[in-house]
């Protein structure tokens, strides 16, 4: 795939970890993006709107949808599908946009796969496992059960920061942010393989 002058800015981490929070604070300030909605299988929670938060889908569907390629990578994460759709992706890109990808460790590798030189990767943590347990908590629109298995899946989420090009300890939301800034700007700069050949060669010819 080449596409024109656009990059992906991935964020993964921990359910809790506070990544909306983040991305609302800064969406405004790192020029022109788009942020990719999920589809997914899991039902939705309270306060969530179909289309902004995710597409809700049932298995059925999406199982379509992986039939019929319409996926760039999807993945099983906590018991339900999650999957990024392929075409306004395509379409952000050409545009030169940001893509902004909220997607778990899977996804981060599936992206990388496929699009890795133009894609940017940042995993946000909270400062400790019981900081994050506290978090899930406090937000109360999850079962115990759910918070448990959430919890379960952060241990294991956590061994693979080093897959990542940056991290951030989401502690204070301010500074947070500002990193986050920082990195999105890089994300932009980063210069596909097609422009480096193109480059080089070029700067042969005028030798
Ligand atoms: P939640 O259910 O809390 O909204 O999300 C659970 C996990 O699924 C999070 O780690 C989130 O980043 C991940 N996720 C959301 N959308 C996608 C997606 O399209 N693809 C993948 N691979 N993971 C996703």
């Known amino acids: 795939m080449n596409y024109k002058s656009g990059a992906i800015l991935v964020l993964s981490g921990p359910s809790g970890a506070g990544k909306s929070s983040l991305l609302n604070e800064v969406i405004n300030d790192i020029g022109e993006c788009y942020f990719s909605i999920s589809t997914t299988t899991r039902p939705m929670r309270q306060g969530e709107v179909e289309g902004v938060h995710y597409h809700f889908v049932d298995e059925e569907e999406f199982k379509k949808d992986i039939e019929q390629e319409q996926f760039l990578e999807y993945a099983f994460v906590h018991g339900n599908y999650y999957g990024t759709s392929l075409k306004p992706v395509k379409k952000a890109l050409n545009d030169g946009k940001l893509v902004l990808f909220d997607i778990d460790v899977q996804g981060n590798t599936l992206v ?81 393989d097609s422009e480096i050949n193109e480059f080089v060669q070029k700067w042969e010819d005028i030798d």
């Open 112 to 192: 990388n796969n496929r699009l890795g030189d133009i894609t940017t990767s940042v995993f946000i943590s909270p400062p400790t496992l019981s900081e994050l347990k506290k978090r899930l908590e406090a937000r109360s629109t999850d079962e115990k059960e759910v918070i448990d298995r959430r919890v379960k899946m952060a241990r294991k989420e956590i061994q693979r920061i080093s897959e990542y090009d940056y991290m951030i300890i989401n502690d204070n939301l301010a500074q947070a942010a500002n990193t986050l800034r920082t990195i999105a700007k890089a994300a932009r700069l980063k210069v596909p």
